[in-house]
């Protein structure tokens, strides 16, 4: 694949945004093909694992945001970078054309890349991986990221959880990272298979997480944290494309 070719499992919308700071908001997003974690409970394998690597299409900055264009009628609108881990694509291009049309643009990452080109993202969502993924956290990467964003950037943090040793790394984080706001969500522990795109889910243990996790925090004292739903997850299940 040539350098400047950037693989691409899937794009869609618009939509809303179903997670993290941005909730609610009308977004098209553009999801990379690729990942150096491969987490236990992740629920986008398709755009993960290399069974799928013939799915991935390798599509220049101008084709994509030709796509964009069309999904958005020309009309500036959120744009979510996403996977995989998007930060091993050349998006630098794709970010440039997409601002000299009034676009923005955030990007989701583990913090394990570590980008120039995080400097010119509207909203950097750093969304290290808690124990029950069974990947570890290099900080010393994962400083750089904040390092590589500066102070223009909306820097932001998103810990998924599962459990109680979950809970507890994301307050370790957030003692961490004291200035940056911190955003906790309960693991979707009925992801779908490699490759099905079923749309059940088992709201009831989702929802118990929640209130759990909102429980947690209660009785931690911890009040500037944001606890939130997947609300896609909770609208469409384990559907692709929505």
Known sequence: MARNKIRISEIFGPTIQGEGALIGQPTIFVRTGGCDYRCSWCD?????????HD????????????????????????????GGNPAIQPLQPLIDLGHDKGYKFALETQGSVVRDWFADLDILTLSPKP???????????????????????????????????????????AKRYKYIPIYLQPVNHSPPSVDNNDDKIDIDGIMGRMRWLIDMAKQDDWNNVRILPQLHIL????KKGV
Do not use: C
Not at 44 to 51: E, Q
Not at 146 to 173: F, P, S, T
Not at 235 to 238: M, P, S, T
């Open 131 to 173: 124990p029950s993924s069974d990947m570890d956290t290099d900080y010393d990467l994962l400083d750089k990221s904040i390092k590589a964003a500066g102070d223009n950037v909306d820097i932001l943090l998103k810990i998924a959880i599962q459990n109680e040793a979950d809970y507890l790394y994301a307050r370790d984080i």
């Open 44 to 52: 986008t394998l398709h755009a993960v694992d290399s069974k799928f």
């Open 55 to 82: 799915r991935w299409k390798p599509m220049s900055a101008r084709e994509i945001f030709e796509k964009i264009e069309k999904l958005s009628n020309g009309n500036p609108i959120m744009i979510s970078l996403s």
């Open 235 to 238: 609208l469409w299940g384990n």
